[in-house]
């Protein structure tokens, strides 16, 4: 339709007066026209209506006009031609009042015309005709025309008002509600516009309808509508994605983030879209639902990774506590970008679950970019150590050091592992690289000065100490350390600070030994820190170190300064205590007081050879034969081979009137070199009594031109020639005399003096007159009788001795009971003897005397890798074994490791303890074995028992009878690693004669899980025969076959699937076959027991075993080989090697295994 405006401007035809006569002639016949139409006034209007030119039309309807007779059509087309001329003015003036044309036929054209001439009013700036055309509108919303609707809805819009132009359309005869819906939303009519949109949607209950009028519903806040128009659209079907796209987010703007989760979580189930898993997710954790929001996540992560997406994973797992899982995301992410706030979080959840490996990665991480703590950075260390060993330790501090040379806590910690790798070079050449700002502190220093200690370098590992800061305020024992260091390197001058700063500290603490020999006494500022000493320990090592300088620089003041600090040890009968108050005596010249205290000496302490040595001077002094007597021979009996005896046993032998054994004790000084200026002057004298004129003068010829500086007189005044002894002759005189002595009446201090002497025919003489029955008067020591009975091979007295006589010494029981072939008795017995006590020169020979006679029964340390090739699994053992309770003892710790081959397990470690004794023949028994073994694993511990006894049928059969519960198992892999046995084994051996041998073993075993599982049982038998060839080196063949059958339990294995998780379903059938059958022949050549402590062959030892094997379940033909050498390195200590190789195994599997080790025999 043409708007008013179109109308103003449309084209009129122009009129051409030709000339005045045409005009005239014009206006003549127009005025006669008039006349004769005046009469039809309607015709006429109607005439101008269709005039070409609106002047003239209204010049002739102007003349037409009546007031007293108004015409609404007169104005009508009046006003109709002012608008053809775009006279707007006249036009609204002729039509006002508009009413009058109401009820008219003129109603609908003259409402038109009036409303179009007021918008061109409006248009052409009119601000009256524009509020004149608003109110006639809005006048005529409840009336309007039917033909005037679509033209006034439009009037309405161009003067901005759709609010009326809505109302103008909503009274058509037939809604539009689409052009309706559109209007209410522009007039701000939202409750109009969502009827409309409805009514729309009933009509074409399409998405975009449906989602049209959601919107409005939104914007009303008429949720609940939305939902049930959400139903409408669900029941007929056509709700897709769009639609619960759209439900989303009116369920958001409605505040009902449930409903948003619910409707997103419709969408992602059937899309595919990452966008729409991620709204899933994010709605859902709105909603409160962290469990639908991870698993959505997870399904976006899974696809695309993005660092936002684990982030948020991360927290959902942490606020759901699942820490594990958590930190599974941590590792994911600080692969992405590791920052230390997301390495510190990491290393929290790590913390919580004890995953000490991830903990440790985390904190490298950390230390590489500097965010830890001193404390932290040990507990870095300690914990890295036990992820993932020594080694790689070793090059992650490496690594740390070089990005942090300053840092003194990784310069030691490195040093620290270098040293549990054993790479002592490496850490001699780090204390290159000490930092130089930071002080050495003790425990750093440790590291480096023992690794300088196994390099052999002391001097640096003392150098290392002397520049450890603020030594007075470290711990005694500590400073302890140091200074034995500095004592090891010969560094007195440091051993001294260390001494004294340890004094300082815990006086306690310091070795009175090391003190007294670091203290020059003779300094006075010295003596005062040994009197400092003294008073703080009451040491009386140190207060016999003052005691000795007092007497030997003639001090009285200080020997009574001791003597009366001794005072406050009266009521100490210790030996150190006696032997200061017996010096003070002696000194005092209190020979009484000397002797009482020298005789509660010997008998609490018989051994104390310092004590016998006093005494026997106290005896000689105080002129006591029989007690001089009584200590001389006891001298003679135990100190024959201490040099030190023979002065006071030389004067003692004069003085009881043994010249012979005076000149023999002479002899061994002189020819040691020992003889002193009073030795030489009473040998003169003992050589003047025998009558050896030559020699006394000699002596004392000698004396007097070499030693004459040397006389000095004693302190009473005067030399004591009752300290010189007799003549001393040859050797061999002295033995003729002795023999010369016995055979014209033999007694016991004749006898023993004669074997002291060093002859080879000593004990041939012996014999010889015992056989004589020369003898047999005489009272012997039970040290001559075992001589004698060792010569004479009377083993029935030598036994009698050993068992029952309480004269004899340790170290001569030990020999007796080796001589009667009691071996494992006599090494215990020497290992009694073996004591700190014992005297040095004995040490050597009881050492020697021991090595001669172990075999197993030896005592030390071995330490054995195995390696389980098949199984992917290696051990490491260490023993400690040694004799005890007429039996040997073992105790081994073991540790296991490795990635075994099996799907049940990813990584294995376990630890053992084992404790083990077996006893010598008891009774029926010939052999006694009980065995204790713990083991933790898996998180559980397990403690196992097994016990063993041989019995000795008769001369060629012997049975063996085993019991064990909860022992180990080498059934299969699995059996290994995650169970134990219970089993009771009997084996009987037959060896009809002395080259053939059979063995039959029988045994009945249950398999258990470490997590009390039934895995099945068995049965077994086994029969072996061997054929010896050769005894030395050993040398049999041997045929072997071996039957087993096996009952597998059907029961679930719940425990262990607990422990391996939902992933892994194990059944008993993994751990053990149904049947085993197989014959074996092979040949076993063997020098010794590889590996055992003990020689019972001469080395090197080895055993070398090929065989060839028949399965009858596989029904195939396998081979196996063992091989093993042990090659002596220092004494009784063995290196070895040991290998075994089958190509199919009891599970038809090839096995390989190989062990190294070393054991030091002690």
Not at 77 to 103: H, K, N, V, W
Not at 217 to 230: M, T, V
Request: glycine fraction near 6%.
């Amino acid at each position: 339709m043409k708007s008013a405006k179109f109308d103003l401007h449309s084209k009129r035809k122009r009129i051409v007066l030709i000339n005045r006569g045409s005009l005239f002639t014009l206006a003549l016949m127009t005025l006669s026209l008039l006349w004769v139409l005046q009469p039809n006034r309607d015709l006429l209007i109607r005439m101008m209506d269709s005039a070409q030119d609106p002047n003239i039309a209204i010049a002739f309807l102007k003349v037409l006009q009546d007031h007293e007779q108004p015409s609404a059509k007169l104005d009508y087309s009046l006003a109709r031609q002012y608008f053809r001329l775009a006279q707007y003015q006249s036009t609204r003036g002729t039509l006002t009042p508009i009413e009058r044309f109401d009820g008219t036929d003129l109603e609908t054209s003259a409402n038109s015309l009036y409303a179009s001439t007021l918008l061109n009013l409006t248009l052409a700036g009119d601000a009256s005709a524009r509020q004149r055309l608003e109110q006639y509108l809005l006048s005529k919303t409840s009336d309007v025309e039917a033909a005037n609707i679509d033209q006034f809805s439009n009037y309405a819009l161009q003067i901005g008002r759709p609010n009326i132009a809505y109302y103008i359309r909503n009274h058509a005869s037939s809604l539009d509600h689409a052009r309706l819906l559109n209007l209410a939303r522009q007039g701000n009519l939202p409750g109009r516009a969502v009827e409309h949109a409805y009514q729309l949607y009933l009509q074409q209950p399409n998405q975009q309808n449906f989602a049209q009028t959601l919107n409005l519903y939104e914007a009303l806040s008429q949720f609940d509508k939305g939902f049930a128009l959400y139903q409408q659209q669900r029941q007929k079907g056509l709700c897709q994605t769009q639609c619960e796209q759209a439900m989303v987010a009116f369920s958001l703007s409605a505040n009902q983030p449930k409903q948003a989760a619910y409707f997103a979580i419709m969408k992602a189930n059937s899309s595919t879209r990452v966008a729409d898993w991620l709204q899933a997710s994010e709605l859902s954790s709105m909603a409160g639902d962290s469990i639908a929001a991870r698993y959505w996540l997870e399904k976006v992560a899974s696809v695309d990774a993005q660092e936002s997406h684990l982030e948020k994973l991360h927290n959902f797992a942490r606020w759901r506590g699942q820490t594990a899982l958590a930190l599974d995301y941590s590792k994911r992410l600080i692969a992405i970008n590791s920052t230390p706030q997301r390495l510190r979080d990491a290393f929290d959840e790590a913390s919580a679950i004890a995953d000490i490996k991830a903990l440790s990665d985390f904190s490298y991480g950390l230390a590489l970019a500097d965010e830890l703590s001193k404390s932290q950075q040990l507990q870095w260390v300690d914990n890295n150590d036990k992820a993932f060993g020594a080694k790689a330790t070793v090059l992650r501090l490496q690594t740390l050091h070089e990005l942090f040379p300053e840092s003194s806590l990784y310069w030691a910690q490195l040093a620290r592992f270098h040293g549990f790798v054993g790479d002592a070079s490496a850490i001699a050449k780090l204390w290159d690289a000490k930092p130089a700002t930071q002080p050495l502190v003790f425990e750093d220093a440790k590291y480096f000065a023992d690794a300088f200690i196994n390099l052999g370098q002391p001097h640096d590992a003392m150098q290392v100490h002397q520049q450890v800061d603020s030594v007075g305020s470290l711990a005694p024992g500590q400073i302890a350390e140091m200074q034995a260091i500095a004592q090891y390197s010969g560094n007195l001058e440091q051993e001294r600070r260390f001494q004294l700063a340890l004094l300082k500290s815990d006086a306690q603490q310091a070795d009175p030994f090391r003190l007294v020999e670091l203290m020059d006494v003779s300094d006075v500022a010295d003596r005062t820190v040994l009197w400092s000493s003294y008073q703080q320990t009451g040491s009386l090592v140190v207060l016999g170190h003052l005691l000795n300088h007092g007497l030997v620089s003639q001090d009285p003041q200080l020997v009574e300064q001791v003597a009366n600090a001794l005072e406050a040890h009266r009521q100490d009968d210790s030996q150190l205590a006696l032997g200061l108050r017996l010096q003070v005596e002696i000194y005092r010249n209190q020979l009484t007081q000397a002797q009482a205290i020298a005789k509660q000496l010997l008998a609490s302490y018989p051994n104390d050879s310092d004590s016998l040595l006093s005494s026997l001077w106290i005896a000689i002094q105080l002129d006591q034969q029989q007690w001089l007597e009584k200590l001389y021979w006891q001298a003679v009996a135990n100190h024959s081979q201490d040099i030190s005896f023979y002065p006071v046993l030389g004067f003692g032998a004069s003085k009881l009137g043994l010249f012979s054994h005076a000149e023999h004790w002479y002899q061994l000084l002189a020819g040691a070199n020992k003889l002193r200026v009073s030795d030489k002057l009473s040998w003169s004298l003992v050589a003047q009594q025998q009558g050896n004129e030559a020699l006394a003068q000699r002596l004392r010829w000698e004396v007097f031109s070499r030693f004459s500086d040397e006389l000095k007189q004693l302190p009473q005044g005067q030399l004591s020639y009752r300290s010189l002894v007799a003549v001393f002759a040859s050797m061999s005189y002295v033995q003729l005399n002795n023999d010369q002595a016995i055979v014209a009446g033999a007694d016991g201090q004749t006898i023993a003096y004669g074997l002291t002497m060093r002859s080879d025919f000593t004990l041939q003489k012996y014999r010889y007159w015992q056989a004589f029955q020369l003898l047999e008067q005489a009272h012997l020591s039970d040290s001559v009788v075992m001589s004698i009975a060792i010569a004479n091979r009377d083993y029935q007295t030598l036994q009698v001795l050993a068992r029952d006589s309480i004269q004899l010494s340790d170290f001569e029981r030990a020999t007796a009971l080796d001589l009667l072939s009691e071996n494992f008795a006599a090494w215990q017995m020497g290992e009694q003897a073996l004591t700190p006590s014992l005297p040095k020169q004995q040490i050597a020979p009881l050492q020697r005397f021991l090595a001669d006679i172990h075999t197993e029964h030896s005592h030390g340390i071995r330490f054995e890798h195995t390696q389980q090739q098949t199984w992917g699994v290696a051990t490491e053992e260490l023993t400690y074994y040694r004799p005890l309770f007429d039996g040997w003892f073992n105790f081994d710790a073991l540790a296991e490791h490795g990635t075994p081959t099996t799907d049940l397990l990813d990584d294995y470690q376990g630890e053992r303890y084992h404790v083990s004794w077996r006893g010598q023949p008891w009774g029926w028994f010939e052999r006694v074995e009980a065995e204790l073994m713990a083991y933790q694993r898996h998180g559980t511990s397990t403690f196992g028992q097994s016990i063993g006894v041989d019995v000795k049928g008769s001369a060629r059969v012997s049975h063996q009878l085993k019991l064990s519960h909860q022992m180990p198992t080498t059934q299969s892999e699995n059996l290994a690693l995650l169970g134990h046995e219970d089993r009771l084994e009997w084996i009987a051996t037959w060896q009809p004669t002395r080259h053939e041998q059979a063995l039959i073993s029988l045994s009945s075993a249950r398999f258990s899980s470490d997590f009390d599982d039934e895995i099945g049982s068995q049965l077994k038998a086994s029969v072996r025969i061997s054929e010896q060839l050769s005894r030395e080196p050993g040398w049999q063949v041997y045929a072997q076959y071996d039957h087993q059958n096996n009952r597998i339990s059907e029961q679930p294995l719940y425990g262990l699937s607990e422990y391996l998780g939902p992933n892994l379903n194990p059944n008993a059938d993994q751990f053990l076959q149904p049947r085993y059958r197989k014959l074996t022949i092979g040949q076993h050549l063997v020098h010794g027991d590889v590996g055992v402590p003990g020689p019972d062959a001469t080395p090197p030892r080895y055993y070398f075993d090929t065989s060839v094997e028949y399965d009858f379940i596989t029904r195939r033909v396998g081979y196996g080989l063992s091989l093993g050498v042990g090659i002596p390195i220092v004494g009784g200590d063995e290196l070895f090697f040991k290998t075994r190789w089958q190509s199919a195994d009891q599970n038809n599997r090839e096995s390989l295994v190989w062990n190294f080790g070393y054991f030091i025999d002690f």
